[in-house]
Structures are given as structure tokens and as C-alpha cells.
């Protein structure tokens, strides 16, 4: 199973993919994470990306769509890929389509996790304070927010031809949430 958890930042992806890895065994690939893996142990990659990331801005599809390449082998031995953050361009979706094609694979669904702005703000801000990722403030959120519906919004329309998307509300608890993730996932 490959499944994208598609949503704006403070969406819940990440929290979600990690329950999906804990319940069904399958790899969270986070291309977030993996940007700040790189930018924290101080690689030439993370050197590069370490600007565009603080100002919440995108990499370009190049260096995301190497990252997630390289990772694919892992997942398909687990038996599954969550991607959390990866595609947020149409070049990076049809570049996942071209890779897993390749491998006999494909997308299987794609969960849209749908919050309103106001609440993801709130959200994020809290994050800021918990976890003091460095492109949670005010300003940079609002950025962000914006970087998302310019680019990745359009991927709504690219997957729901597809007829792979599965729009959930994302307004929940993570119990709630998570139980309409699996209903949308195990609906035959
Ligand atoms: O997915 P997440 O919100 O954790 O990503 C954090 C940041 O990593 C994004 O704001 C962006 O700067 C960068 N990123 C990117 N391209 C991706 C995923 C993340 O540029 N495909
Ligand atoms: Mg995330």
C-alpha cells in the first residue's frame, strides 16, 4: 500500500503517519523530517536547503524527489509507504507516479486532510511553543500557508482524477481523525 497524507502544514500528517506506522507496520516518509535531518547534521544538502526551509519556501523538486528514491526500497519491504509531505508540486506528483511505476507500484489513495486556516495557525503556534521548530513563527506560518495554496492545492484536482482522493476532516481529536483515516482507507 502507498498512501499520501495530503494536507496543509499543521494538518496533522506527521502525527497521523505515525500511528498509521505504529497500526499497520508501514514507513513514514517525511520529507520534512528528512530536510531536517540533513539541515541539523550540518551536510552539504542541509546546508543548501537550510535557508529555503527557515523562510518556508520549497526545494526544488530535484533534491525532494531524490530523497523520497532513494527511501522506496525500505518502504516496499514493509510492505507500505506513507508519504507525509511529499508531493507538494505537480512535478513531484507525476515524479512518485514515474518511480513507483517503475517498481510495479502506484499510489493507492490519497487522504486529504482538511482544516481551516484559522485552526491551523493556532495549531502551529502551539507547535512553536512545544517544539520551537524555527519556521513555526507568525510570519513564516503565514508563508507557508501561502507557499501551500499556491503550489500543492493544485494537486487536489491532479489526485481526485486520478480518483484516488479521499477527503477527511482533519478537525478532530487524533482519535477522530485517525478513525476516519481508517474508515476512508478500508472502505472498499
Ligand atoms: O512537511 P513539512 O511541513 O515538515 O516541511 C517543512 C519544510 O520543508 C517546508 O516548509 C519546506 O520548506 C520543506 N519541504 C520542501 N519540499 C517538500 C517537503 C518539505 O521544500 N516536499
Ligand atoms: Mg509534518
Not at 520534512?32 to 542541509?46: H, V
Not at 518511480?99 to 486532510?113: H, I, K, M, P, T
Not at 495549531?123 to 501551500?148: C, F, M, Q, S, W
Amino acid at each position: 500500500m502507498n498512501i499520501i497524507l495530503f494536507g496543509p502544514p499543521g494538518s496533522g500528517k506527521g502525527t497521523q503517519a505515525k500511528r498509521l506506522v505504529a497500526e499497520r507496520g508501514w514507513v513514514q516518509l517525511s520529507t520534512g523530517d528528512m530536510l531536517r535531518a540533513a539541515k541539523a547534521a550540518g551536510t552539504e544538502l542541509g546546508q543548501r536547503v537550510a535557508a529555503i526551509i527557515d523562510a518556508g519556501e520549497l526545494v526544488s523538486d530535484e533534491i525532494v524527489i531524490e530523497l523520497i528514491r532513494e527511501r522506496l526500497p525500505e518502504a516496499e519491504a514493509a510492505g507500505g509507504a506513507i508519504f507525509d509531505g511529499f508531493p507538494r508540486t505537480v512535478a513531484q506528483a507525476e515524479a512518485l507516479d514515474a518511480l513507483l511505476g517503475e517498481r510495479d507500484s502506484q499510489v493507492d489513495a490519497v487522504v486529504e486532510l482538511k482544516v481551516i486556516d484559522e485552526e491551523l495557525i493556532q495549531r502551529l503556534v502551539k507547535r512553536a511553543e512545544e517544539e520551537g521548530r524555527p519556521d513555526d513563527t507568525e510570519e513564516v506560518i503565514r508563508n507557508r500557508l501561502k507557499v501551500y495554496y499556491d503550489q500543492t492545492a493544485p494537486l487536489i484536482p491532479y489526485f481526485d482524477e486520478q480518483g484516488k482522493l479521499k477527503a477527511v476532516d482533519g478537525m478532530g481529536s487524533m482519535d477522530e481523525v485517525a478513525a476516519s483515516i481508517a474508515a476512508a482507507l478500508d472502505k472498499k
